[in-house]
């Protein structure tokens, strides 16, 4: 069965991670798989971190905050009043952060954009989906 949700701690906030809908996690697939396949890295042989790194570096500014603004989507932050957990939405409906602490937050922010796309989309390396997309582009580049 696939867990659906996901419940992180980082830099003192906690964080629910949930899927993706499966066209927005498949399009975030495509796009780090298509930056990868053009020879950067064989999926094989390096961790996860290193070949988010390696995809990212192929991916222009605007592209990157949007596949972000995906990730984030899937975020609630889990804040503690009276001793409950209440969910808020990470990103607010007009593209910013629900706290304003977060903006200049780099470390958190991208730490958790790398949980988001490792927790939706790690199937698609582990699973030989990379090796597939890689053999079928260098298949079609050469006709």
């Keep these: 069965m696939i867990n659906k949700t996901k419940i992180i701690e980082l830099n003192g906030y906690k964080f ?8 927005t996690a498949s399009y975030i697939a495509v796009q780090i798989g298509f930056s990868l396949a053009g020879g950067l890295i064989n999926a094989g042989n390096t961790n996860k971190v290193d070949m988010l790194q390696k995809a990212i570096s192929g991916i222009d500014k605007d592209k990157f905050i949007e596949i972000q603004k995906d990730c984030l989507s899937a975020v609630e932050i889990l804040n503690n009043i009276n001793g409950s957990e209440m969910p808020e939405a990470l990103i607010l ?3 910013s952060l629900s706290h304003k602490e977060l903006e200049n937050d780099f470390m958190t922010i991208i730490l958790l954009t790398i949980e988001v796309v490792m927790f939706n989309v790690e199937g698609f390396f582990r699973e030989k989906g990379l090796q597939s997309l890689t053999n079928s582009l260098q298949t079609n580049s050469k006709q």
Excluded: D, P, R, S
Excluded at 16 to 23: P, T
């Design 16 to 23: 629910k991670i949930k899927k993706l809908n499966a066209f």
């Design 93 to 95: 409906n007009n593209g």
